[in-house]
């Protein structure tokens, strides 16, 4: 029997966990496999091993696993594939294919764009937007965060799109912030390219809430979160992994 194992990042904020776990299982009802499982790369359970446990209790006779991740960082091409390897060791007969995170894709464009218009401001004419990323020291990740920034930029009436990162790259969010200073736009859009909650959210809206002056106004936006467009692109991967693994 055919198994989907969909894989989270994991967090220590038990909301951005809750957030997480309920939108891989709202996931499961867009797919037929009769085996679907979730698990977390790091720091929530279950974990991928106990995942792939649970899959081959329930009968499983082939696994897809689907990256629930935003960006082809190294947690998708090094840190699961490694722990599938050693997974695929104790499971010999299991064959285990392996698909590929959201990465760029037209239909987040349009959730960003949608959390902008959730903001229900009149978008000045000289308005711009500011995406930040989780970050990596991957290069792949600048590469699809600028990709998906120039997009936007193409698709919306932005004077500018630009981007910066909360961590392992350039540049970081307070020099993005620095930045946009001095380009001295009256209307910012901070639009966070996080999936769900944490952390990393938590510290922008407290440095957001410090900024805004009366000729330049920051405006925080919420992060992509559930939306039936990313259930779509997971409906994507998950068909793509499971047709390797056929």
Known sequence: ??????????????E??????????????????????????????????????RCVERGATRIAVVPVLLLTAVHAKEDIPYELDRLKKRYPNIP??????????????????????????????????LLVGRGSS???????????????????????????????????????????K???????????????TGILMKSMEKTIRKLSAPNQEFILCEYLGYHPNLQEVVFERTTEAVGVGI
Do not use: W
């Open 182 to 196: 001095q380009y001295g736009h009256q209307q910012v859009f901070v639009v966070p390219y996080l999936l769900f």
């Open 1 to 14: 029997m055919q198994a989907v194992l969909y894989v989270g990042h994991g967090s220590r904020v038990k």
């Open 138 to 180: 991957d290069p792949d990740v600048k590469r699809d965060l600028q990709e998906i920034a120039n997009q936007l930029h193409a698709k919306y009436p932005f004077k500018r799109v630009e981007t910066c990162y909360l961590a392992a790259a350039k540049p970081s969010f307070e020099e993005g912030i620095d930045q946009v």
């Open 96 to 129: 285990m294919s392996y698909g590929r995170p959201f990465g760029v894709h037209s239909k987040i464009v349009d959730i960003l764009m949608e959390r902008i218009y959730d903001q229900d401001v009149v978008i000045n004419d000289d308005a711009m937007v």
């Open 16 to 53: 951005a966990r809750d957030q997480a776990a309920r939108f891989m299982e709202e996931s499961m009802g867009n797919n037929t496999e009769p085996i679907q499982e979730i698990s977390f790369l790091e720091l929530s359970h279950p974990t991928i091993e106990e995942g792939v446990r």
